[in-house]
């Protein structure tokens, strides 16, 4: 008896033990909860263009919308649970090279519009607190999802101007008191400390293609669907033809493209986009680049998207030491306050423009792709 109930009362203190390790909620990898969120979204096409054409602004706030956000309440939280784990990993196997499956980015980006929508909500409602700690979950967001692919990278450029566009919505909307503009950018800052960088996709591409342009792999790798059939049928010729010198010198090639794209990345921005497109000009006549042109992406583009992420970024931190200096004076300054972030189209401080409602931030040099100068416009609630 004695043996027996030592056995027992032991398994019962085991199991009491293990049970809240096995039940911890949250889980310590950010991707389990991102996973299930998309799992409980619900949001069929009608209601998801709603959503596209309430985030760009072109419909109100309305009824339908509310009730969308309320019947997507657990996918949202869920995703804000997510945000606050420091750790994600998508479990994406990288040793595929090009054939890797990735996650189902359309649904991770429906539910960041999900936040926005929830966000606008609270806003309207007066909680203004909540609605910008919605913009902060939708910049972690973005950091968890930007990974070894480039589309995870513009994908988390795309939901970070997704926040962007909130924030400077809300601070328009609103009249935020000193203490609260203060946490914003202490939120700001600390989001700043995790940038969304280009560096772990850079790396991704140069790795796939170190593992795909191979004699076994690069037919399957042409059959996915790069580039046209007439392009596909060029290269698999070419496949066919090739010995392993051949695939030794286009992975040599890669690699260098790589390896150049990330030395040009690091020039100011008019001498990167210069520099990003003679790169891939190159690639149509590199004698060892067979691969080159269909799999590569327009890189000048990946640099003005990063550009405009980091320049609105800079805008609305900027943005704030005005409200700051508003809340503390009862009016806006003259000029810029010394120090403040600025342009990186142009690398100089933004144009400042105090205007009848509040203030512009003009950029001082275009967008080199759309050919467009951006102005950051901001209100003051009176």
């Known amino acids: 008896m004695k043996a027996g109930f030592t056995s027992v009362t032991l398994f ?20 389990v909860l991102y996973y299930k969120a998309s799992q409980l979204c619900r949001v069929d096409d ?57 996650p189902s980015y359309g649904t991770l ?14 806003a309207a409602d007066g909680d203004h607190r909540t609605a910008l700690g919605r913009c902060i979950s939708l910049h972690k967001m973005a950091n968890h999802i930007n990974d070894r692919l480039f589309v995870s990278h513009l994908v988390g450029i795309s939901i970070n101007a997704i926040a962007h566009e909130c924030t400077a919505q809300i601070l328009s909307d609103a009249a935020p008191e000193a203490e609260t503009l203060i946490w914003l950018r202490d939120q700001l800052s600390q989001i700043e400390e995790l940038p969304l960088s280009i560096a772990p996709s850079l790396d991704g591409e140069k790795q796939a293609g170190a593992v795909s342009i191979t004699v076994d ?70 004698p060892d680049a067979t691969f080159m042109v269909a799999l590569v992406p ?37 000029s810029l306050p010394a120090g403040v972030a600025g342009d990186l189209f142009s690398g100089k401080p933004f144009r400042y423009e105090k205007t009848a409602d509040g203030f512009t931030l003009h950029c001082q ?7 467009k100068t951006y102005e950051y416009a901001f209100k003051i609630k009176k």
């Open 217 to 286: 792999r690069m037919a399957n790798v042409m059959n996915v669907g790069f580039g046209d059939k007439a392009f596909q049928d060029m290269v698999l010729e070419k496949v066919g033809a090739g010995d392993e010198a051949f695939f030794a010198k286009n992975r040599r090639a890669w690699n260098q493209y790589w390896s150049d794209v990330t030395a040009a990345l690091e020039l100011p921005y008019p001498q990167a986009h210069a520099k990003l497109q003679q790169l891939y000009k190159e690639c149509e006549t590199h």
């Open 12 to 31: 019962i203190l085991v199991s009491s033990l293990a049970a809240p390790c096995a039940l911890a909620y949250p889980p310590d990898n950010a991707a």
């Open 46 to 102: 009608e209601m998801g263009d709603a959503l596209h054409s309430f985030r760009k602004g072109t419909i109100e706030l309305n009824e339908k919308i509310k009730e969308l956000v309320k019947n997507n309440k657990e996918a949202i939280r869920t995703v804000l649970d997510a945000t606050e784990i420091a750790d994600c990993d998508w479990g994406i196997d990288y040793s595929r090279g090009f054939e890797l499956m990735p």
């Open 365 to 371: 040099a275009k967008d080199l792709d759309k050919d």
């Open 109 to 122: 980006r429906q539910l960041s519009t999900l936040i926005f929508a929830e966000a606008k909500i609270n």
């Open 298 to 334: 327009a890189c000048e583009k990946i640099c003005t998207l990063s550009t405009r992420s980091k320049t609105h970024y800079n805008a609305i931190m900027t943005a704030l030491e005005l409200y700051l200096i508003r809340a503390r004076t009862g009016k806006l300054p003259d």
